[in-house]
């Protein structure tokens, strides 16, 4: 079946430090592959998207690539700032479900002033 | 703007009440989902629904039960809570044929005594 995995927190950085968030996956046929941010005391919201590979998604700084031949889709950003301390989260939805999307556990990110 | 509301941001119920999750989104969006939030597992799908009166299992439907009379309101039902259910709940909706991408509420924080 359909599975991500990213790599288990916390992370601790400084403000303006580099950030990767790692993620792989396990799925059928060509997935659709996202990353959503979880604020304190917030519902998920959507970071970035790609579609298919190769493809590069963006926005707020966060950059994430589609690479089918290693199966991942990493999350980085060149300069953290302390607004960026939240739960990350991969997810998938694999070309076979029109509705589902599979979550990874999620990673903390807490960014020090 | 956009918005997944659910109706209960914090319950405390007792053991073996019935406990209904509301939750209604303004996008008239097709499908609808209600996953569980825990520490250190992420986001697991408990049901989802496609169509009013239209749902599916997920992958731990076990002791839940969910109604969708209309399209805009999806809710989950605990016919006999326990507790082992205090968890985090969040609903999401999506709209058919997009990418796939989920809105979601802020969450239903639910303490079982």
């Keep these: ?113 | 703007d956009v918005k997944v509301t659910q109706s209960s941001r914090y319950l405390v119920k007792r053991t073996g009440e019935k406990v209904f999750l509301e939750c209604v989104q303004d996008m008239d969006h097709e499908n609808m989902f209600w996953y569980r939030q825990d520490p250190g597992l992420g986001l697991r799908l408990i049901y989802f629904s496609y169509d009013v009166k239209m749902k599916e299992k997920g992958d731990i439907p076990e002791g839940y039960s969910v109604s969708r009379e209309k399209k805009e309101r999806f809710s989950l039902i605990l016919e006999s809570a326990s507790t082992n259910q205090t968890s985090m709940y969040l609903c999401a909706s999506s709209r058919s044929g997009s990418t796939g991408e989920l809105f979601f509420g802020e969450g239903s924080r639910l303490t079982v005594l």
Excluded at chain 1, 9 to 38: D, M
């Design chain 1, 1 to 113: 079946g359909d599975s991500v995995t990213q790599m288990e927190g916390p992370v601790t950085l400084s403000e303006e430090a580099f950030l990767t968030i790692n993620c792989t996956y396990t799925a059928t046929g060509y997935p659709s592959l996202f990353w959503y941010v979880q604020y304190p005391g917030e519902g998920l919201q959507l970071l970035l998207k790609a579609t298919k590979a190769d493809d590069k998604g963006s926005n707020k700084g966060f950059e994430a690539t589609y690479r089918k031949e290693t199966t991942s889709f990493h999350l980085e950003k060149g300069s953290v700032q302390v607004s960026d301390s939240a739960v990350y989260f991969c997810a998938l939805r694999s070309g076979g479900s029109n509705y589902k999307l599979t979550f990874g556990k999620g990673t903390l990110l807490t960014v020090n002033p």
